[in-house]
């Protein structure tokens, strides 16, 4: 069993930067693949990025490259989601998860945290 915990959304401008971070409970973190996702009102959840258990590697979606980064640390047992040049369309609440394997689809992943809200003004 995982639990996991979003920190760090918030509003901010448009062109501005955010850092999410996930905190995962376990002593198993280190060998889950880790996602990011997000929802916007009235759309479906949407991938974001993706990195393996090492951080070896990464998968961005085209909307968000050059961008955003993936990154972990396993030692701390967090995933961040660092996101830079934001735009209004970036609103959304940020969902991480965890599998077993990188993946871009929801059904891959097996625990989901709460969500954090980002909304990004023009």
């Known amino acids: 069993q995982v639990q996991l915990v979003e920190s760090g959304g918030g509003l901010v401008q448009a062109g501005g930067s955010l850092r999410l971070a996930c905190a995962a409970s376990?002593?198993?973190?280190?060998?889950?693949?880790m996602g990011w996702f997000r929802q916007a009102p009235g759309k479906e959840r949407e991938f974001v990025a993706s990195?393996?258990?090492?951080?070896?590697?990464?998968s961005n979606a085209d909307s968000v490259k050059g961008r955003f980064t993936i990154s972990r640390d396993n030692a701390k047992n967090t995933v961040y989601l660092q996101m830079n040049s934001l735009k209004p369309e970036d609103t959304a609440v940020y969902y991480c998860?965890?599998?077993?394997?990188?993946?871009?689809?929801?059904?891959?992943?097996?625990?989901w945290g709460q969500g954090t809200q980002v909304t990004v003004s023009s």
């Open positions: 998860a965890a599998g077993p394997a990188v993946a871009v689809t929801t059904d891959k992943y097996d625990y």
């Open positions: 376990g002593r198993t973190f280190s060998s889950y693949a």
């Open positions: 990195i393996n258990w090492n951080g070896s590697i990464r």
